[in-house]
Antibody, heavy 116, light 110 residues
Framework: EVQVVETGGGLIQPGGSLRLSCAAS????????MSWVRQAPGKGLEWVSV???????HYADSVKGRFTISRDNSKNTLYLQMNSLRAEDTAVYYC??????????WGQGTLVTVSS | QSVLTQPPSVSAAPGQKVTISCSGS????????VSWYQQLPGTAPKLLIY???KRPSGIPDRFSGSKSGTSGTLDITGLQTGDEADYYC???????????FGGGTKLTVL
């Protein structure tokens, strides 16, 4: 069974850093396109970043230069390193993997709250 | 302001049909596949449609998708109260090199 589980969220002060993890089972992270998508409270979905099976990465303009997506093949885990966090980064962060042209498997999400 | 435009809300009675539109441009929907997601209250999004009109295993055929030019459409027939949710379209934008989502449409089954 395919499953992804996000961890690492929490309360962090503005300007701080946090690393989110997404542990995958039932498939190989390095063989799939993987994305982070976030959802601010009461708002819609906002794509954050993608890493392709070949290793190429892309970022939303809102996080470019502050967030880094990566993976650990030995742990079959996806990461999102978030630096210089701002209040507007407050959201539930979802890990998801591609299903053809769509995003087919989603975790339950992890809440990141940026506040002093 | 989302790159893809969806109506904020739609409504219909149980058993009826509803259509949700998703308008984009040549750099996104016009040259890429459209996918659709259902998000029930308090849960993660769920893939309903991929590659414009394909359903993952387990998705009822009451849900169907189509694409024409720079717009995508999600049709839901035989509406049920359990279909009340937020629906999002998504695609790749070739000019921006980013994934884009619509702003979401709240479906109310009256």
């Amino acid at each position: 069974e395919v499953q992804v589980v996000e961890t690492g969220g929490g309360l962090i002060q503005p300007g701080g850093s946090l690393r989110l993890s997404c542990a995958a089972s039932g498939f190989t992270v390095s063989s799939n396109y993987m994305s982070w998508v976030r959802q601010a409270p009461g708002k819609g979905l906002e794509w954050v970043s993608v890493i392709y099976s070949g290793g190429d990465t892309h970022y939303a303009d809102s996080v470019k230069g502050r967030f880094t997506i990566s993976r650990d093949n030995s742990k079959n885990t996806l990461y999102l390193q978030m630096n210089s966090l701002r209040a507007e980064d407050t959201a539930v962060y979802y890990c998801t993997t591609a299903y053809s042209s769509g995003w087919g498997y989603w975790g339950q999400g992890t809440l990141v709250t940026v506040s002093s | 302001q989302s790159v893809l435009t969806q109506p904020p809300s739609v409504s219909a009675a149980p058993g009826q049909k509803v259509t949700i539109s998703c308008s984009g441009s040549s750099s996104n929907i016009g040259n890429n596949y459209v996918s659709w997601y259902q998000q029930l209250p308090g849960t993660a999004p769920k893939l309903l449609i991929y590659d414009n009109n394909k359903r993952p295993s387990g998705i009822p055929d009451r849900f169907s998708g189509s694409k024409s030019g720079t717009s995508g459409t999600l049709d839901i027939t035989g509406l049920q109260t359990g279909d009340e949710a937020d629906y999002y379209c998504g695609t790749w934008d070739s000019s921006l090199s980013v994934v884009v989502f619509g702003g979401g449409t709240k479906l109310t089954v009256l």
